[in-house]
């Protein structure tokens, strides 16, 4: 079973920065795939990064350029820098790590960006 905890939500300005991180209990494995999502309000879960442990990463078309995704396995810690928010990055933003066809998630970490 695993469990993970997000972190670092909160209200910024457009153009602002945040970063998110996902602390996860027990050991990462190097078979497993760390993502973020996000949920805005009356829509579905969408995918935003996820990151292998080989370091292959794959961004949602929205987020490229602005958000990078790394992960720490040491620490059992995936992060999400989040650079020139725009309003509608206003979202829920979900921790997932899938492990062979298992998916786990966070309870999510509210992200609002308003001027």
């Known amino acids: 079973q695993v469990q993970l905890v997000e972190s670092g939500g909160g209200s910024v300005q457009p153009g602002g920065s945040l970063r998110l991180s996902c602390a996860a209990s027990?050991?990462?494995?190097?078979?497993?795939?760390l993502g973020w999502y996000q949920q805005a309000p009356g829509k579905q879960r969408e995918l935003v990064a996820t990151i292998t442990s080989g370091g292959n990463k794959n961004y949602a078309d929205s987020v490229k350029g602005r958000f990078t995704i790394s992960r720490e396995d040491a620490k059992n810690t995936v992060y999400l820098q989040m650079n020139s928010l725009k309003p509608e990055d206003t979202a829920v933003y979900y921790c997932?790590?899938?492990?062979?066809?298992?998916?786990?998630w966070g309870q999510g970490t509210q992200v609002t960006v308003s001027s």
């Open positions: 027990g050991t990462i494995s190097s078979i497993d795939v």
């Open positions: 997932n790590l899938m492990r062979w066809s298992r998916n786990y």
